[in-house]
Every structure is written in structure tokens, then in C-alpha cells.
């Protein structure tokens, strides 16, 4: 997460933070991003965070920007494209395979045909004079 790294300056928690809770029981605190991928992004972290381990008590305080809305739009509209491609995909596997198992079927079913023909010839008993 981007506030592991974080460079972070504490803010006096507002009404928000005073709903949430981290898992040490604490309220948390609003905090300031301090990297590259989130410059001064407001989050909610615990109270220590960076002083003891065992709480990763993380959620965003500012709501996302437009940009990220329009992303996530159009991430979901190439997920939904995506999903319908392997639709398709699986549909055409199906179908070779269903082809597949009968062209083995019929392959069989003349190799067992000829090989009787040609048992059947063995079998016939010969006159012996």
C-alpha cells in the first residue's frame, strides 16, 4: 500500500475517522501521502502507525478524482469485453473438442471394422484335402 512508504504529517481527526476504529481499538489518524504515486492524498491510519507492527489500518479519506473515475470505467468496460471474448473463446473449444471426440469415435469405429473383416477371413477354415 502507498502508506507503508509514506512520508505523513498528522491532522486532527475529524468526524469521519471518529466512526472507524483500527484493530489495535484506536481512532485513526488523518494522515498526508508522502509518495510519488499519491503526493498529499488524505488517508486514515492507526495511531502507531510506524511505531509497532500488527495493525495495517489503511483507507483513503478523500474521495477518488474524476481521472480514476473515467479508469475504472474503462477498466470495467475492457473487463466486460474481456469476459465475453472467453465466452466465445470456450464456446469454439467446446465445439472441437465435441468434433475432436467424434472424429476419434468414427476413426475407432472403421478400425474395428476392418480389423473384424480381416479376423473373420482368418477364421474361416480352410478345406484341407
Known amino acids: 500500500m502507498a502508506a507503508r512508504s509514506s512520508t505523513s504529517s498528522r491532522i486532527p481527526s475529524s468526524s469521519q475517522g471518529r466512526l472507524l476504529l483500527c484493530s ?7 494522515r498526508i ?3 510519488k504515486e499519491n503526493p498529499g492524498r488524505r488517508f486514515w491510519g492507526c495511531v502507531y502507525f510506524e511505531v509497532q507492527e500488527g495493525c495495517n489500518f489503511f483507507r483513503w479519506a478523500d474521495p477518488e ?3 480514476e473515475y473515467s479508469e ?3 477498466l470495467r468496460k475492457k473487463l466486460s469485453m474481456m469476459k465475453s471474448r ?4 470456450e ?8 468434433l475432436g471426440f467424434f472424429g476419434w469415435v468414427g476413426f475407432v469405429c472403421l478400425l474395428l471394422q476392418s480389423w473384424s473383416k480381416v479376423t473373420q477371413q482368418c477364421l474361416i477354415p480352410l478345406n484341407l484335402v
Open 91 to 98: 464456446w469454439k473449444l467446446k465445439f472441437v473438442a465435441v
Open 33 to 35: 501521502s508522502g509518495t
Open 24 to 30: 489495535h481499538g484506536e481512532k485513526p489518524v488523518l
Open 72 to 74: 475504472i470505467a474503462r
Open 65 to 67: 478524482t474524476e481521472v
Open 86 to 89: 472467453t465466452k466465445v473463446a
